[in-house]
C-alpha cells in the first residue's frame, strides 16, 4: 500500500463523515425551528418566552393550556411518528433493496390502520389495546406478505406486487368499518384514511414514544448489518452478517415502529415511503439510512402538518398533505424503473 | 497473512428443497495455489461455494476449515478467514468505490466500534492492489464492467481473508479483463499466498491460471488434480458431452482445449 493512497483514503472518509454529521446537524436545526414555529403559530400567537415557560412547566395564562395541552402534544406526536415512519420505512426499502417495498405500500401500514378501526368500532377496544391490537395485525400481515411472496427467497418485486393486493383488501376493511361508525365524526375518520394529528394528547404520545425509544435503539444497533444487506443476500452474508437473526429483529422493529405510529395518528400517507429516498439523495448510500430517514420523516410530518392547518383557508389533515407530495413520487419511481428496464 | 489454511469437504451432500445438487462430495483444496471449478451449467458449482462460505447448509456431510465445520463457526470469525465474492453482488445506487471498498471491513468491525486506521490501510490496500485508487471517489454505476469487477475484488481483498473463494469473476467481461482480473489473482496468490478457489467458465483460463483443476459433473467429482491430469478429451466428453482436442499451449505450456462442432473442422 502506497502512504498517498492511505492519506487519500482517511481523507476521504474524514470528509464524508463530517458531511454526514453536518447534515445530520442542519436537519436536527431544521426540525427544532420548525417545532418552535409550529408551537408559536396557531389562532393565537405566542411568543418563545411563553413556550420556553410552559416547557418548563410554569403557569402562563392562555398559554399553558392552547401550547401546553395542544400545540406540544401535536408537535411531539408529529416528531415522534415522523421517526418512527421514516425509521420504519427505509429498514424495509434497505432489507429489499426496493424502494417501493415501504411498510404502507407493501400492507403493513393498512393491517395495522385495519385493525386499530377493527378495534375501536367493532371491539369497543380503547387505548393500549387499540395500539397492541394495531402491532399484532402489522406483523402478521408483514408475515403473510412475506409467506406469500417466498419461492426459493424473496423477491422483492413478487413481494410489492402481492403487498399493494393485501393493502387494497385491508384498506376496504377500514373503509367498511368507517363506514359502519355511526357516530364517528369526520375529523377522526379521516386519521384512519389518510392520518391526522388533530386532537393529539399526551395519552396517546406516550406509548408511541415508549415503542420510539425501546425499538430505535434496537434497529439503529443492526444500522450496520442492514447495509451491509443492500450487496445482496449472498455477499452479505460472506461478510459475516447473520441473515435470518437481523432479518427477523428488524423486520419486528421495523414492524413495531410503524404499527405504534399508525395507532397513534393513523397511517399519515407515503411518509414511510418518501423519507427513505430523500434521506439516500442527501446523504448518499455510503452509510446506514437509518437515522437520516427518521429526521427527514419528522421534518415532513412537522411541515406537512403545519402546510395542512394554516397554507389553506381549510384545514387538512396532515396525510392529505404528504399524500400530494409522496403520489408524484411514486409515479416517478414507477416510470423511471420502467425506462431502466426494470421489472418494476 | 501466510498461514497457510485447510479447507476439505466431506460427503458433502446439497440440495434446495427435494432436488439434491450435490450429491456425497469429497474434495480438498490445496492451501496457498489457485483451485479453478470447472463443470457444465447447472452442475452444482456455485451451490457448491455457497455452501462452503457457511451461506447453504449441508443435507449431510462436512465443510471444514481447518477442521473445524464451517456451519458452526460465527459468521463473523468465519468471514475474517474465508471470503466469498458472489457471482451478482448489488452496488447500492450512488455508492462510491470508497464506501463499497469499505464495507468489506465488515467482519473486522464490532456492532458499535470507530473505524480505525487498520480499516483504513486495508482498504488503501485493496485499492491499490486492484489499481482502483483513482476511482475511489467515482460512483460504482458510472464504472466500465472491467473496472466494477475490480472494484468488487477489491472489497473481497479489503476484507483480508486467507482463503477467498469467487463465483465467476470474469463472466460479462471481455477477454482483455479477464486476463486482467486472473493476473490480479495470481499476483494476490504469489504475494501473500492466499488460497483461491474460483468458479469459471473458460476452460482454458482455468487450466491456464490455476494450479489445481476440478471438474464437477451431475454434482459428483469427475476428476482434480493439476490441469495437465484433468482436462483430457474424455473429461471433456463426460463433463460438458463434447467432442474437443486437448494440444499443448505453447505460451504457458498447459492443456488447451479446442472444442470439435459439427461445423468447420478440417482435420
Known sequence: MTTTTLQAVTRGRVRRALRRRLLMAVLAVLIVAMAAISLMFGQTYYPPADIWHVILGETVPGASFTVGELRLPRTAMALIVGLCFGMGGVTFQTMLRNPLASPDIIGITSGASAAATLGIVTLKLTGAEVSVFAIVAGLAVALIVYTLSFKDGVAGTRLVLIGIGIAAMLDSVTSYQLSRAGQWDLQQALRWLTGSLNGASWHEVVPVLIALLVLGPVLLARGRDLTMMQLGDDAAGALGVRMERTRLVVIVAAVGLIAFATAASGPIAFVAFLSGPIAARLFGNGGSLLLPAGLVGSLLVLVADFVGQFAFDHRYPVGVVTGVLGAPYLIYLIVRTNRAGGSL | ?267
Open chain 2, 1 to 267: 497473512m501466510t498461514a497457510s489454511h485447510t479447507l476439505d469437504v466431506e460427503q458433502l451432500t446439497l440440495g434446495y428443497k427435494d432436488r439434491a445438487v450435490i450429491e456425497s462430495l469429497d474434495l480438498v483444496v490445496p492451501p496457498g495455489r489457485i483451485t479453478a471449478i470447472v463443470g457444465a451449467n447447472a452442475c452444482g458449482k456455485s451451490t457448491l461455494l455457497r455452501s462452503m462460505s457457511r451461506l447453504l447448509a449441508p443435507r449431510t456431510g462436512h465443510v471444514l476449515l481447518d477442521g473445524r465445520e464451517v456451519h458452526r463457526m460465527p459468521p463473523k470469525e468465519l468471514a475474517r478467514t474465508l471470503g466469498l465474492l458472489p457471482q451478482s453482488p448489488v452496488a447500492p445506487e450512488g455508492i462510491t468505490v470508497a464506501d463499497l471498498v469499505s464495507r468489506g471491513r465488515h467482519p473486522h468491525q464490532r456492532m458499535l466500534a470507530r473505524w480505525s486506521i487498520q480499516d483504513d490501510a486495508a482498504v488503501a490496500a485493496a485499492l491499490d492492489a486492484t489499481s482502483t485508487a483513482d476511482l475511489a471517489d467515482r460512483a460504482v454505476d458510472e464504472l466500465s464492467g472491467g473496472q466494477r469487477q475490480r472494484v468488487w475484488i477489491a472489497m473481497a481483498l479489503a476484507q483480508q481473508t486467507d482463503v477467498l473463494l469467487l463465483d465467476e469473476p470474469t463472466t460479462f467481461l471481455d477477454v482483455s479483463h479477464q486476463v486482467e482480473v486472473l493476473d490480479l489473482l495470481t499476483d494476490l496468490n504469489r504475494s501473500r499466498g492466499t488460497t483461491i478457489v474460483m468458479v469459471l467458465h473458460d476452460l482454458n483460463l482455468a487450466a491456464r491460471y490455476a494450479d489445481h483443476l476440478i471438474a464437477l459433473a451431475d454434482g459428483k467429482l469427475h476428476a482434480a488434480g493439476t490441469p495437465g491430469e484433468v482436462l483430457t478429451e474424455d473429461c471433456v466428453r463426460a463433463v460438458f458431452g463434447l467432442e474437443s482436442r486437448i494440444i499443448n499451449d505453447p505460451t504457458s505450456d498447459k492443456p488447451l482445449m479446442l472444442p470439435l462442432g459439427r461445423h468447420h473442422v478440417t482435420a
